[in-house]
């Protein structure tokens, strides 16, 4: 039996073990990573190889938004015939011609065809096509022209998320020589963390726009992916998978870099600029920029405005910002596709294997040393650990933070439980025989005050209760010792979980009377009210039993029950040896003389003034007038309890 709870607690505790590693790498470590790449990864800003031209509020303030497309073409023809950029790509989609104004798109598409370095985006849509049949037809022309050699080495594959392609007006098709998907992944809770170097489009593979701007600066090399990575023949590229994903899943960790004021972490320049030196050079003066300034860089044209009735506002959430523009996101993926600095990462098992290494350390360490000794060297290792994780993003390796730590905390938990309920297993075994002995509340206050359990007490307001049988004497002289013990047991067994739930304790058992005490141990405002409900409820039991017994052939007994309400001394009484937690004083006394009066007056519940004055409210009574109890010198008032009232029972 012993071997199945084992077993049943190793299967248990792996399952919570579990269960805390996925909770704590799908929600807290995402987190973790975030403020990780924030504060040790992004430690230097973007390269200058990378620029950004950005149509910002400065813009569209001189030149009112909408823009006419030869707006673009006047930037395109300023960098194309006076820049040399190495490469120029275009941050947005063109998905429908502008009918408005036929010239200025023409002049748009005529400069577009004049530029062989141009990477423009297209938007894949999760709108199926009107007509399927020509949809196949669509989806292989902008295959065959856009897309890129690859060779595809996954065992899965995603492709099931988009549905169709937003065409190009014919016209910028017929002239767009390079144009690639703007898709920016997001993780489960909105933020950007990695970037899919190649865009899964049902059977078809496109590179991602940044991406596909990079190989074309390279001569367009067939690239290999791989389960792990990403590489490209002829040139010496290497782009790891981001290792929290698994499957079709293939994404590999962006690098950010540290952010300006601006929220950029490139150098941004505002499009007002560039046009407004095209019209300088249009008109013979020099320009405010130097042309060299772009010369031989990478150069990114997008938009990001403030006002929203524009719509050009692109801001997205990434690790590094809740406000990064989407921009400088793509920047961002050029930057690390140009100078192969993608942040690498432990994979899945890596990480689970660092978090089961971290649970089995720190439960060795609670199972061999002691707490004091094993906290200590715990606490060491998680700071140690911390400073490890803090040097491996600084270095560009990203490793799972939290969740080794949440599972050493979990170990310690279950290691210290499992650790002190071995060790009180024993004492618990002495509590629960000892418990067979004396009330279950003496003993937990006992055990509460182990160290100072010594003689003495205080003086406390109390209620004690008698119950006595009825002709017990009489009774037991025509019954077996054995028998006698059967009706005495089962009376006892009914009655003390009716006294326990009324908050009281047993205090001893009297031959076949039961002395309980209500509002000590147990602190209890209402114990004078509760040992009353007490007695009523022990006497409609009785009332059950009698009928169970007579059925049995037992005889019927009756009990008188006895209450009485004022200040006792409580505590331990004894010696220093052998001690006893008891009531003693004048008010125990007069409760069990108050009992004896139900032979007296043929009754069976009989309360003192005292406790009369408590419940007067709650309770229906005869008075029984002037009563001389036995030890006291002046005559008492008594009263019959012959009921609760119901509605008022608190």
Known sequence: MRGIKTFFTIIAAGLFLFVAFWLSNSFLEPKFYDFMTKAFTAHGYGSNDVLIIVIDDESIAKYRWPWKREMYSNIFEYLNQNAQPKLIIHDAIIGTPDNENPDSDKKYFNAVSKIN?????????????????????IDEKYYNKFSTPIEDNRKYFEGFRFKSILQFPQEYYNVLKYAAPVTCPQDNDGVTRDISLFVAYKQYLYPYLAFRGFLLTKNNPECIISQDNVTCKSINFYAPKYQRYVGGHHRTPIKFYKLYSNNYSHKTISAVKILDDYDRIKSGKKPELSPELFKDKYIILGANVKASSTG????????????????D????????????????????????????FSAIFIYILISTQTIFASLSIITAAFIVFFFVACFSFYNGLAINVITPVILGV???????????LLEGQNKEKIKKAMGKYISDDIMENVVKNIDELKLGGKKSVVTVLFADIRGFTSMSEKMSAEEVSNILNEYFTEMEPIISSHNGIINKFIGDAVMAIFGEPINDKNHALNAVKCANDMLKKVHQLQHKWIEEGKPKIEIGIGI??????????????????????????????????????KTNFLIGPTTYEEVKNYVNVIKISDVQIRGKLQKLDIYEVLGIIEDKRV
């Open 564 to 601: 009485n309400t004022g200040e006792v001394f409580v505590g331990n009484i004894g010696s220093e040896r052998r001690m006893e937690y008891t009531v003693i004083g004048d008010t125990v006394n007069l409760a069990s003389r108050i009992e004896s009066y139900n032979k007296i007056y």
């Open 410 to 420: 979990v170990t310690m938990i279950f290691g210290y439980l499992h650790r002190f």
């Open 312 to 327: 050009l506002s692109d801001i997205l959430h990434s690790s590094v910002s809740p406000r990064h523009p989407g921009t």
């Open 329 to 356: 996101i793509l920047a961002t993926v050029l930057d690390n596709s140009i100078h192969k600095d993608f942040l690498k990462s432990f994979t899945i098992w890596q990480n689970a294997l660092l978090a089961i």
């Open 117 to 137: 370095n141009l990477v423009s985006g297209m938007e894949l849509t999760f709108k199926e096509y009107n007509d399927n049949l020509k949809g196949i037809g």
